[in-house]
């Protein structure tokens, strides 16, 4: 199999269904972005302070191809059955935040980015995952999105937070505390 097939070279790609769209849609800009954040969670998942976490990072980023496929296809025309998300998929995640929550000292103040690379590591892939969640809430303005993939993407944000809380808290690395200046 080629991986190359030049169908792309005028801009325009294939939803699941066959729809052909701009590279510039929104709906690619979306499955794009929940690409790149897989590929920070994989990055994640490489670092030594996660190994008690690969498991999960393992599960979230096939999560992700699901919303992945869900995003890459034509709600209009698709009739490939595209697997599911599920309530359990955002439980486990908030199960996971409240275990790592009970260890972890009281949040008082705001944390920013930093304390060690692979805690910012983190701190990126919360961003991405952020920014992924505000692109599908807009293309659901307009199209079709489940919404346990507005409510997974919000949650895997928070959990991306809570996991860089417990890496800095692992590795003992400080937790960089924002100082307003009044």
Not at 75 to 80: H, L, Q, V
Not at 132 to 138: C, K, P, S
Not at 149 to 169: E, G, I, P, W
């Amino acid at each position: 199999m080629k991986i190359y097939t030049k169908t792309g070279d005028k801009g325009l790609t294939s939803l699941i269904g066959g729809t052909r769209v701009p590279k510039s849609s929104l709906r690619i800009d979306c499955y794009g972005t929940v690409d790149e954040l897989n590929s920070y969670i994989g990055l994640l998942r490489d670092q030594d302070v996660n190994a008690s976490h690969r498991g999960l990072l393992k599960e979230i980023q096939d999560r992700l191809f699901t919303i992945g496929a869900s995003l890459a296809s034509d709600p209009e025309k698709s009739k490939m059955k595209i697997p599911d998300l599920h309530d359990t998929d955002v439980t486990l995640l908030e199960e996971e935040m409240d275990r790592m929550n009970a260890q972890l000292p009281e949040l008082r103040v705001f944390v920013l980015p930093g304390g060690h690379q692979s805690v910012s590591f983190a701190h990126v892939a919360r961003c991405v995952c952020r920014r992924a969640e505000r692109l599908v809430i807009h293309l659901r303005e307009d199209s079709f999105v489940a919404d346990l993939v507005v409510m997974y993407l919000n949650r895997l944000s928070d959990y991306l937070f809570v996991l860089s809380r417990q890496m800095a808290h692992d590795l003992g690395a400080e937790e960089v505390t924002w100082l307003p200046r009044m």
